[in-house]
């Protein structure tokens, strides 16, 4: 992760750009048709920087590097995944890991999840106490 900051000046800046569609302190995310702009301007043979500087960004401001990183990832995602998943922000989406949700739970629900917590710890148990004996042997 970047540890660059923007400031509010350099925020009101980047929005401006009609190619950013949202900006923060930390980041900034970019409308869904500049990246489909970018990876097909890319693909005629422009460089990532070429096409930033044709969309109106200020390097110095955004960081050099960033372009290449960017239009890299949006071919990736267009190579793998296709163009149409570039008009989805995955940002902050898991893959289904992380811990649980337990807020909001109905009582049912808790002694449900809670059940199946001990069942597996109970099995894991089992495991452990077969793995010792067999290591005793």
Avoid: H
């Amino acid at each position: 992760m970047s540890k660059r900051r923007f400031t509010k000046e350099q925020i009101e800046e980047l929005l401006k750009n009609k190619n950013v569609s949202k900006c923060s302190e930390k980041s900034i995310t970019y409308s869904k048709e500049f990246k489909i702009f970018a990876v097909k301007r890319y693909d005629e043979g422009l460089t990532a920087t070429e096409i930033f500087k044709e969309a109106g960004f200020d390097l110095f401001l955004i960081g050099e590097g960033i372009p290449k990183c960017r239009v890299g990832s949006w071919r990736k995602v267009c190579s793998t995944k296709g163009i149409s998943k570039l008009n989805i922000e995955t940002r902050g989406k898991s893959k289904g890991g992380g811990r649980p949700k337990t807020k909001g739970l109905t009582d049912a629900d808790r002694i449900k999840r809670l059940e199946i917590e001990n069942a597996y710890l109970k099995a894991e148990n089992d495991f452990l106490v077969k793995l010792r004996a067999a290591k005793k042997r």
